[in-house]
Nanobody, 114 residues
């Protein structure tokens, strides 16, 4: 199973970005799909998770600014990020849980700076 993330980049504070991720390979059923982020010297933290039926949870710091979505038929997940802040700068990783195994993508850099 491979996960390919895309959509990162440089944006000014208050701006928006959408990060996307598609899974490929021997996929039978993906239960949860996630976005995590990590900055140098810090632990990876959960940004958002979406279950197969569409239930979602977000990290406390999101505060209504991000929306995670998925397309089960395409084994894809994306996240719309609005009102971005400099502290959102990080590498964003998508992951997927398949039969109790977590698979990870390579990460995409999001930089929020003026």
């Amino acid at each position: 199973v491979q996960l390919q993330a895309s959509g990162g980049g440089l944006v000014q504070p208050g701006g928006s970005l959408r990060v996307s991720c598609a899974a490929s390979g021997s996929i039978h059923s993906i239960s949860d799909m996630y976005w995590y982020r990590q900055t140098p010297g810090k632990q990876r933290e959960l940004v958002a998770v979406i279950g197969e039926a569409g239930g979602v949870n977000y990290g406390d710091f999101v505060k209504g600014r991000f929306t995670i979505s998925r397309n089960n038929a395409k084994s894809a997940v994306w996240m719309q990020m609005n009102d971005l802040k400099p502290e959102d700068t990080a590498i964003y990783y998508c992951s997927a849980r398949i039969k109790s195994i977590m698979y990870w993508g390579q990460g995409t850099q999001v930089t929020v700076s003026s």
